[in-house]
């Protein structure tokens, strides 16, 4: 129960045990316990999804090229779909379908804009939307291109099926439940280019030509001058 839900029960239990003279008395304690009731109501309705109480009933993988990924060049193919080994009507409730890059433990050490809560909206372990839509019961695939913004890390991909709230109510992912294994890592982009680094290069070359030559102007008139 959150702090405030607490403080809100004390707060009625002394206006209950303390005596008091003035009238007001139970208009104060019906509002403080109308007030405690729409808390409890709203603490439950939107802060009561723990990542802990989904079924993992999606199956989801990722496949791309060998070695280190590169933000906003390099693809990843990813596929997801109901594990066909659950009862028909499983997915019943499931009307949307949220792909995600998350982090890796490894990349979450002494990060604590990274850190995995397990109530769903205190969680940052995946903060980059791959593709939201609606769901049917079908695998699909999607080519994703990884996007410019993403940092330098170990990542893996998850995949959540939402209801009609558009909450949360079953996952799937594409590595084990201590996230270690199928992970991959993406390097950020370091903002320089080929096109760039050729041209700098010819700038540098320019400039050293251009020294040479006002020195040898310099000399040619200090010469001329002499005679």
């Not at 603490?43 to 199956?59: D, K, N, P």
Request: glycine share 4%.
């Amino acid at each position: 129960m959150s702090r405030i839900s607490t403080w809100l029960i004390t707060s009625s239990i002394e206006e209950l045990i303390t005596p008091q003279k003035s009238s007001s008395m139970a208009a104060r304690v019906l509002v403080l316990a109308s007030i405690l009731i729409f808390s409890c109501f709203a603490e439950t309705c939107y802060g009561a999804i723990s990542f802990s109480s989904l079924q993992r009933t999606l199956v989801v993988t990722a496949s791309h090229r060998q070695g280190l990924l590169k933000a906003g060049e390099d693809k990843i193919t990813v596929r997801w779909g109901l594990n066909q080994s659950f009862p028909a009507g499983t997915d019943s409730s499931y009307k949307t379908i949220k792909v995600q890059l998350c982090y890796a433990p490894i990349s979450q050490v002494d990060r604590a804009w990274r850190k995995t809560e397990d109530h769903l909206n205190k969680d940052k372990t995946c903060q980059f939307k791959i593709v939201k839509k609606p769901y049917i019961n079908v695998n699909e695939t999607l080519e994703w291109t990884i996007e410019r913004d993403v940092p330098t890390a170990t990542f893996f991909i998850r995949a959540y099926a939402l209801d009609s709230d558009d909450q949360e109510v079953a996952y799937g992912q594409n590595t084990d439940a201590e996230k270690k294994t199928n992970l991959f890592e993406i390097q950020a982009i370091t903002g320089r280019h080929v096109s760039l680094d050729i041209a700098s290069v010819c700038f540098s070359a320019f400039s050293v030509v251009s020294l040479m030559g006002f020195f040898f102007m310099e000399k040619r008139k200090a010469r001329k001058s002499q005679q």
